[in-house]
């Protein structure tokens, strides 16, 4: 888009770090889904991409609509051919994962595919 954009705006629970880029879409394969992750004890079901909605258009420090970000992930990721499993759409970043037991994570847990 030509400018910096704060990942704040994804208002994301979990930033992973040492991926390459988009590599957790890698871990979805179908809606509900069947791929599990690690994340330090505590396993997760993976099951679908986060489809993002107007919400990353505001600002996280004003909450004012700001920047037109969805139509240019939805063409970046059309361009990369992904679409979400669930919906089938191109504006998706990041994943959507279920904890399948009541535990803890914590910073500098490490995130693996199971």
């Known amino acids: 888009m030509g400018e910096r954009i704060d990942p704040q705006r994804f208002r994301m629970n979990v930033w992973m770090r040492g991926l390459k880029p988009f590599e957790e879409l890698t871990w979805v394969d179908k809606f509900p889904g069947t791929k599990e992750i690690q994340v330090g004890a505590c396993r997760f079901r993976v099951d679908d991409a986060c489809e993002r909605c107007k919400a990353i258009e505001a600002s996280p420090a004003t909450g004012k609509y700001d920047l037109e970000i969805r139509e ?32 803890f994570i914590r910073r500098g847990d490490t995130i693996t595919p199971a």
């Open 72 to 103: 240019a992930l939805s063409n970046m990721m059309s361009q990369r051919g992904y679409k979400s499993p669930h919906r089938q759409t191109p504006c998706v970043m990041g994943i959507l994962a279920q904890p399948l037991a009541n535990c």
